[in-house]
């Protein structure tokens, strides 16, 4: 799926400019997100708190360069330095991982656009492990994708469908090995169109009928600038 990297704010569809938005999960074990936003809105600092991890991201954006710094860092001491260039409307044209703080290139990610589609490249060590086909509705949703890894006999290909805030709605999925999985998603939204309860259902295809594989809720707090320095 296409997000933009530059805002999670659009990312999670919240209409306005946040000071925090706080993301939890009730699965088994859970989790919690704090992502963190600047004055014009850009995501600044992100970090994940689970049962056995926490992870920092930190962005920093050059509007002259039109770059995006991704400092990651595990609570191990594992850091990696992601650097995004992006076009002139913001989007991805490449992204360069690094090791830190030895500064080795261990990944890079390629992406090409056409009106409708998107293909995206990930080579490690310069070497293709990944390939990702998009095709877009005319709003620019991914519609089909077909992602094929290196050792993979064929693709695995997913179709999806929106609701009427343009998430996600649905996702099939069909594996390289015949595998059939389905997702479905139920929100609840603010009186803005921001939502804040997702229930994400899961489901394995077996013979003639699906069978429920797993369920997972998300619960979504926005923050404004008056209510973060409150809290």
């Known amino acids: 799926m296409t997000t933009a990297l530059l805002s999670i704010a659009h990312h999670l569809g919240f209409k306005g400019n946040p000071q925090l938005a706080i993301e939890t999960s009730e699965a088994h074990g859970g989790y919690a997100h704090r992502h963190e936003f600047d004055d014009s809105g850009q995501i600044a600092t992100v970090t994940h708190t689970g049962a056995h991890n926490e992870i920092r991201s930190t962005y920093r954006y050059d509007p002259t360069k039109r770059e995006v710094e991704h400092i990651y860092t ?114 609840e939204y603010d009186q803005h169109g921001n939502w804040t309860l997702e229930r994400r259902y899961e489901w394995n295809r077996l013979e003639s009928r699906y069978q429920l594989k797993s369920t997972l809720t998300r619960r979504l707090t926005y923050f404004t600038a008056a209510q973060a320095a409150g809290g």
């Not at 703080?101 to 070497?127: F, M």
């Not at 086909?133 to 519609?143: I, M, N, Q, W």
Request: charged share 30%; aromatic share 8%.
């Open 74 to 187: 595990q609570r191990n001491g594992y850091t990696t330095r992601a650097i995004t260039k992006l076009d002139h409307l913001g989007r991805e044209l490449q992204t360069e991982i690094y090791t830190l703080p030895d500064g080795k290139l261990v990944q890079r990610n390629l992406v090409e656009r056409g009106p409708t589609w998107i293909r995206r490249t990930q080579l490690n060590n310069d070497r293709v492990v990944t390939r990702i086909h998009e095709e877009l509705d005319p709003l620019g949703r991914c519609v089909m994708s077909a992602i094929k890894g290196r050792r993979a006999p064929k693709p695995t290909i997913a179709h999806y469908t929106y609701d009427q805030h343009d998430n996600v709605a649905t996702v099939v999925r069909f594996g390289p090995f015949g595998t059939i999985t389905r997702e479905s998603y139920e929100r």
